[in-house]
Each structure stands twice: as structure tokens, then as C-alpha cells.
């Protein structure tokens, strides 16, 4: 038998496994109204892009665009449709509610936007929701009625915080329950999903790009040490405990300043930080800067010689992953993630809110800095986290249970 030239291509497209049409359902997404929200999602979402043809919904929060809705208007001005990075995203509008009211019912609102976001597309293969809730709940929904699995990320608030209150937590466990698989990003996350019933859980951890995340050229302490953190400027976050460790810092030497990236004056998140500085005396020593996008972040990490995180909580909080990349030693607290990452070699560990505990983890790093190899902290991140490697491992889940019939 003679085949043709287009005979071979028809059994050529034949034989080729189809791509995989992936759904991200995410609220949590860059925009410009936060260069950094989100920007985990996006970024895992650029390397899956290399596997699958994906395309992400970001449901956004409906305000009208008028007078006494504050920055919260803001939201009407995003567009319902961009590309960022090649990334295909819609943003369809959804009613949501603070959670002291109502926030029981924003899942039904996010499910309603999950489905004017499909419009006449081909329907997904599979729909990767990042948080069990509302996103997840949404998903899980959404996937019954298409006839799709649905896989859900959790990162940490909606298993640490949501299940607290009993009604949450039903609905926590109800989108974790009807997943087809649930993806914690950290060893402390995949117990608590399990306590919650999770099925066909995996530990796979946010990534970073190896690539663009690198060593800097300074010389560690020229000029005096420099200690950075990057992150929302909130209580919660240790900024407080930080700074009071500052001060008891600088009492004992004067080589030492820190830099603080993340806050927004516009909404007046710095305003009890910069009054905490003035307080204690610490403004030739601390910097503030505003949020900046996460492509900037390496070079600031470059200038820098040590990464600070005081949280009081966290899941597997990607900025120390990023600082890891860049050879940073770290300073951190033990509340949840930072214990999977900072091993020896590679920094401190701290206790929460222990004010004199930080300033003596930060004092001991200095005081060592040439036990830390900068090459040799890069490498855990290259082969543990690097999105490359992520992005292999997802697709990976991906396979599995889309070989498994619903």
C-alpha cells in the first residue's frame, strides 16, 4: 500500500498525543492593582504553559466604579480580558462578601463567574483551582457539572485559618473531599489536608525560576550588612517584632540596615510601620520601599545579604524559596513552611514573636556569615524548586488523573 504525503500527516496528527486543555481558577492574580498577588500562580502557570494549553480565570471582585466604595472600586477599572507573559486570563466579575457576612455564599458567585468565563470555548480537560475556597469549592462544582477532575493547591490561609470557624470548615472539606487530587505546597499542609479528608494528596512545593532568581555580584557587608524583607506590609507578617529587633540590633552595632519592599501607601499599610521607625529611632537605618513586580525582586535580593521573614504564620512562603535561589542565608520563623526550608547551612530558625530570639537569630548569621556557601544554598533551590522541575511534576498528577475516569 502507497501512502501520500498527506496520508502521513493525517496518521502523524493521529498518533500525536493532544495537549492537555487546562482551566486555572485562581482569584489570587497579578494585576495593577497588585503587581505581586497572585504572582506564585501566574508564574507556575507560565511553565505548565510548556505541557498544556492553559488558560486562566481569575475571578474579580465586583464593585461599581462610585464614590464611598474607596479602593475597593478600583477592581471596575481591570480589564475582563489580557495576556501577561502569553498567559490567557479573564477576569469575570463576582459579588463577594467581607467574612463576617455571607462569606458562606461567595462560592455560588465564583461558580457563576467560573461558567461566563467558558463562554463558547471547547470545554476543559481538567480545572487546576489554587485555595480550597472559594476557588476550590467553585472548581469542585463546576467539574461535576462538566464531567471534569478537578485539582486543587492549597497554600495555607484556607487550611490555617478558614476550618477555625465550623461552617468554613465544612465547606473547606467539601472542595477537598470531591477533588479528584489535592496538592499541598508543604509537608505541614499536606497533615492538615489530611485531617480534613483530603483525596489523592500530594506534596509539591511552589517553585521559583532558577534563571532569573540568581546570586547577586555584592560583596557581602560592604559598606555595612544589609538585611531585606519582601512582602505585605501586615501585623501578622512580624513587621512589628522585626523592627523592635532593629532597634535592639543597632544597639549593639551601628554596620546593620534593613530594607522593607512590599508596602502601599495608598492604602496606608505603612503608616504604623514608618510611625514604629520614628518611635524608636531607626530612620537613617530603615528603608522603605513600595511593592515592586516580582521580576524586579531578584536585583534588590542581590543588593541585599540576608532575608528576614518574622511571620507568625505561614505555608511554604515563596520569597524564601526566591531568596534560596539567590543564595541569601536566612533568618526565619518556626510557623509552619520556613521549617521545611531552612535547613542547616542555609540560615536560623526562630521562635514567633520572640523579639530578642530574631535579633540574636540575625546577630548569629552575621556573626557566621562565612560558614554560608551562596552556591550551595542556590543549589537546594535548583533541585528542589526550580519551576521546571515543578512544572514536570504537576503535569505529572495531571496525567494520572485524567487516566483514571471519573
Not at 47 to 76: E, I, N
Not at 241 to 247: F, N, Q, S
Request: glycine share 10%.
Amino acid at each position: 500500500m502507497v501512502l501520500y504525503r498527506h496520508d502521513l500527516c493525517r496518521a502523524a496528527a493521529r498518533a500525536a498525543p493532544a495537549r492537555v486543555n487546562l482551566l486555572v481558577a485562581s482569584h489570587l492574580y497579578p494585576s495593577s492593582l497588585s503587581r505581586t498577588a497572585g504572582s506564585f500562580v501566574h508564574n507556575q502557570t507560565r511553565f505548565l504553559a510548556a505541557h498544556a494549553q492553559v488558560r486562566v480565570v481569575s475571578p474579580t471582585p465586583w464593585f461599581p466604579l462610585l464614590p464611598g466604595f474607596g479602593r475597593w472600586s478600583a477592581y471596575a477599572t481591570l480589564p475582563c480580558r489580557e495576556q501577561i507573559d502569553g498567559v490567557e486570563l479573564e477576569r469575570p466579575p463576582y459579588l463577594t462578601f467581607p467574612r463576617r457576612v455571607l462569606f458562606s455564599q461567595v462560592w455560588r458567585f465564583y461558580l457563576r463567574a467560573l461558567a461566563r468565563g467558558q463562554g463558547g470555548r471547547p470545554l476543559p480537560d481538567l480545572i487546576h483551582a489554587h485555595c480550597a475556597y472559594p476557588d476550590g469549592l467553585a472548581a469542585v462544582e463546576y467539574g461535576r457539572r462538566l464531567g471534569r477532575p478537578v485539582v486543587i493547591t492549597v497554600h495555607g490561609h484556607d487550611l490555617k485559618d478558614l476550618p477555625r470557624h465550623p461552617k468554613w470548615r465544612a465547606l473547606v472539606m467539601r472542595a477537598l473531599q470531591g477533588a479528584q487530587a489535592v496538592i499541598a505546597v508543604s509537608q505541614e499542609l499536606g497533615r492538615l489536608a489530611q485531617e480534613l479528608g483530603a483525596r489523592g494528596l500530594r506534596v509539591i512545593p511552589n517553585g521559583v525560576d532558577c534563571q532569573l532568581f540568581k546570586p547577586g555580584t555584592r560583596n557581602p557587608g560592604a559598606g555595612g550588612w544589609r538585611l531585606l524583607y519582601v512582602g505585605r506590609f501586615d501585623v501578622a507578617k512580624g513587621l512589628g517584632v522585626l523592627l523592635e529587633a532593629m532597634a535592639l540590633l543597632r544597639q549593639r552595632r551601628r554596620d546593620i540596615s534593613l530594607k522593607l519592599i512590599g508596602g502601599n501607601a495608598a492604602t496606608g499599610t505603612e503608616a504604623p510601620f514608618r510611625a514604629q521607625v520614628i518611635r524608636l529611632g531607626l530612620e537613617g537605618c530603615v528603608q522603605f520601599a513600595a511593592e515592586v513586580p516580582w521580576q524586579e525582586v531578584p536585583h534588590h535580593m542581590g543588593e541585599s545579604d540576608v532575608f528576614v521573614l518574622p511571620s507568625f504564620s505561614e505555608g511554604l512562603p515563596l520569597v524564601l524559596v526566591e531568596a534560596l535561589a539567590c543564595g541569601l542565608p536566612l533568618v526565619a520563623t518556626r510557623c509552619g513552611g520556613p521549617e521545611e526550608l531552612v535547613q542547616a547551612g542555609m540560615g536560623k530558625l526562630v521562635e514567633v514573636r520572640e523579639v530578642e530570639g530574631l535579633a540574636r537569630g540575625i546577630e548569629a548569621v552575621l556573626d557566621h556569615y562565612g560558614d554560608y556557601d551562596r552556591q550551595t544554598i542556590r543549589q537546594c533551590a535548583e533541585e528542589n524548586y526550580d519551576y521546571r522541575r515543578i512544572a514536570a511534576r504537576l503535569f505529572a498528577v495531571y496525567e494520572e488523573v485524567l487516566s483514571n475516569p471519573l
